[in-house]
């Protein structure tokens, strides 16, 4: 690859291409719009120097950025279009929702934690993202007001496929969601809505922060 070392923000873009084409993701629209959107802003100032590695990062209150490569993996296996209207549940830094925006109709995002929920949106703002509605709280109850979603997902790993929001998705619409097989590791699971049901398919195995229910909030 032609690689100019003495530009860093060109040698950041080419680690983050190399760790999006080692994830297996090939779709030209998903890593244009990672290659865009500067991952810098959404990290804290003493992980800057790792923003385009392909690594977790705490972002506060116990949560975490998760990797570009799991970002670049999920957001493929969404097979979003301009016409979606999605629902996201677990903002955190906002990283994800600005990569869902720029691919999306419209989304909407959910995170139980107050202060991560502002930063995000100050975040989203200083990009000019305006196709994005927040809402703090329980995002495992969905968004029933805005429901049918054409696509969810889910960035914190449940214990199941939780029926509520599976309930909430529009017949053909698709849901990703990591799911715990022990405590270690959780599979991302495709959940695609048909008119008989609903079809699952695993995506990978995966390493994500719990999803928490209001209940659990103390
Ligand atoms: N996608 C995020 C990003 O790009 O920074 C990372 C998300 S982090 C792995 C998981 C997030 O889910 C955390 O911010 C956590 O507070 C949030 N979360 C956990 N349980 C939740 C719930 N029941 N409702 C809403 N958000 C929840």
Redesign the pocket.
Known sequence: MDMPVSDPAAFSKARLIMTLRSAGVTDTAVVSVMEQIPREM?VPEFFLDQAYDDV?LP?G?H????QPGI?GVMTEALRLTDRHKVL??????????AVLARLARRVYT????GP?MEE?EARLEELRVRNVTTQI????LGWPEQAPFDRIIV??AAADIPPVLAGQLREGGVMLVPVAGDHENQAIIRVTRTAEGFETEEIRTVK???????EGAA
């Open positions: 959404f977790t972002i209150h949560q975490t950025l998760s970002v996201e549940v677990g903002t955190g830094s906002g990283y994800q929702t959910v995170e139980r934690h991560l995000a709280g329980d995002g495992t960035t914190a994500f922060v719990p999803l928490i229910p209001e």
